[in-house]
């Protein structure tokens, strides 16, 4: 099937920047949560709410995607240099630990989801290596 230049091109463009787009977009996620979070107390605009919520969903999904490109790619020192920070980001800032009373109802579904995802890891982990037979 052939492929415009355009379709190309952009596909040539997110195989060399997929993961540090993915990095900086992570860190801007992260700062839009540190300096805006205190802003849902002070102020109860919806707006404000509902971009913070969705930056909140957006900050897990960006930082685990990234790390999982990382682990696929062949990574330059540079970029596993990011790989901690990454992680630091999955445990989000300290000023929006849980966005609402609420979220503290639900660990035993967060428990069930790290159970899974460490499993999905170490199944993915083992499977990926040669066999030493």
């Given amino acids: 099937m052939l492929h415009p230049p355009v379709v190309e091109s952009v596909k040539k ?3 060399i920047w997929n993961i ?20 849902r107390r002070k ?11 969705l930056t ?5 999904w960006v930082a ?5 490109l990382m682990l ?6 540079i970029l596993a240099f990011w790989a901690p920070f990454l992680l630091l ?4 800032p300290d000023n929006i630990t849980s966005f609402s009373l609420e979220d503290n ?3 035993i579904r967060h428990l069930l989801g790290l159970m899974l995802s460490f499993n999905h890891s170490q199944t993915t982990s083992f499977g990926s290596q040669p066999c030493s037979c």
Avoid: M, N
Wanted: proline share 2%.
């Fill in 56 to 60: 909140y969903l957006l900050a897990d």
């Fill in 89 to 92: 980001h999955l445990g989000g």
């Fill in 72 to 77: 696929r790619a062949e990574i330059s020192d």
């Fill in 13 to 15: 463009l997110w195989d």
């Fill in 105 to 107: 109802e639900f660990w």
């Fill in 43 to 53: 102020r109860g605009d919806k707006w404000i709410v509902v971009s913070i919520w």
């Fill in 20 to 39: 540090r787009g993915l990095i900086i977009l992570s860190l801007l996620v992260q700062s839009f949560l540190i300096l805006c979070a205190p802003l």
């Fill in 64 to 68: 685990t995607f990234t790390i999982g």
